[in-house]
């Protein structure tokens, strides 16, 4: 052994052992070796865990190790805005399209792709769309078309290495209106084809009502409600709104919820 006050020990037992009553000696032999045992072990351990801390493992051993795996590599957490007025104009088009690429090992944020659309069959956003989404008709202007800005999710997805066919990843909304009646009815309108990465995603209300055991009637305000957590930005804001959904996720992993797919195939 060589930590020293396990040596003094030792010497004290083996000095001592002729004045100590007899009976109480094997006790008091094991009672040192399990002493001298746990220090050599916790020792050991330290030094593992500063080893693997010098090679950049501390941090994610940490995160992985809080809560359980998930089933999927990577979370692509969406929330679309798009034109809307009272009465409801028709064809919705979608003016702002945001994605956070979430690590289903940390459930941290590692990339984000964010970009306004600009609308063409009603290029002027009304007032109530503004008053409700905070975009304004300058943030629309001049950006690009859907279907350039689709080709840009899929250039977004390749270098992220998403595409590669032994990584998991899924689509993650507050509801399933974005992936099954926005993007598709939006796409059938323009004639654009929707990629299949679009066709299968996880529905964070009905997670949380699994996880939870209550429907979040007022959609992210009363999921961070039940879940203590402060709303981040505005809402209506997509991006701010993909930030909300990732905290949500992240509150409910390390309570140990496992996320699964709940819409059905197309």
Not at 60 to 69: D, I, K, R, V
Not at 137 to 158: C, I, T, Y
Request: hydrophobic fraction near 40%; aromatic fraction near 10%; include cysteine.
């Amino acid at each position: 052994v060589s930590d020293a006050s396990g040596c003094s020990m030792i010497t004290l037992l083996h000095t001592g052992a002729a004045k100590f009553p007899q009976n109480l000696l094997p006790r008091a032999r094991q009672a040192v070796c399990s002493l001298l045992l746990a220090g050599v072990l916790k020792g050991y351990g330290s030094i593992v865990s500063r080893k693997l801390a010098s090679h950049g493992f501390g941090a994610s051993m940490a995160a992985m190790s809080s809560f359980p795996p998930q089933r999927y590599h990577y979370f692509l957490v969406l929330d679309f805005e798009a034109t809307c007025d009272k009465p409801q104009i028709h064809p919705q088009e979608i003016i702002e399209f945001p994605i956070l690429k979430l690590n289903g090992r940390t459930m941290e944020i590692e990339s984000t792709f964010h970009m306004y659309v600009q609308p063409v069959v009603h290029p002027q956003l009304t007032p109530f769309c503004t008053e409700l989404t905070g975009i304004i008709q300058g943030m629309v202007d001049g950006q690009p078309s859907l279907q350039q800005v689709l080709e840009r999710v899929d250039e977004w997805m390749a270098k992220e290495g998403l595409l590669d066919p032994s990584v998991k990843s899924i689509f993650v909304t507050c509801g399933d209106w974005d992936l099954k009646v926005m993007l598709p009815g939006q796409c059938q309108y323009l004639g654009l084809p929707v990629a299949d990465y679009f066709k299968q995603w996880i529905n964070l209300k009905k997670a949380y009502s699994f996880a939870m055991g209550s429907w979040p009637k007022n959609g992210l305000l009363d999921m961070n409600k039940g879940l203590n957590l402060q709303h981040i930005g505005r809402p209506h804001s997509g991006i701010d709104d993909c930030k909300n959904i990732a905290n949500i996720m992240k509150t409910l992993a390390h309570r140990g919820f496992i996320f699964k797919q709940t819409s059905k195939p197309f």
